[in-house]
């Protein structure tokens, strides 16, 4: 994944929305900007590099989600078996 810079349209092109992406994917959102503050790209009194580079230095790999893991495991196996279709309570 490729670290980047959003810059999307919020509430009727009036505020947009920023948010700064890390090399893992994990989205930041450093807050909005008004319309008539867009030239300057600042947010809370920073430049939006200045946030973009804090984030980007201090980025660390996020940890496995075991437990999401073997969640996801379990109904991978559930499904090979069948135990997914066709149940009763229609809760398939």
Same mark, same amino acid.
């Given at each position: 994944m490729s670290r980047k810079i959003i810059i999307d349209t919020y /509430? #009727?092109?009036t505020v947009y929305g920023v &948010? *700064?992406?890390d090399s893992y994917g994990t989205e930041h959102y *450093?807050?909005?900007l008004n319309a008539s503050d867009i030239n300057s790209l600042k947010v809370h009194d920073r430049s *939006? !590099? &200045?946030? !973009?580079h804090q984030i980007? &230095? #201090? @980025?660390v @790999?996020? /940890?496995e989600d075991l437990l999401g893991? !073997? *969640?996801r495991e379990c109904i991978e196996i559930d499904k090979e078996n069948g135990l997914l279709k066709g149940n009763s309570d229609g809760l398939d």
């Open positions: /509430e #009727d092109n &948010s *700064i992406f *450093i807050g909005n *939006i !590099a &200045s946030h !973009a980007w &230095s #201090d @980025e @790999e996020p /940890e893991n !073997a *969640i």
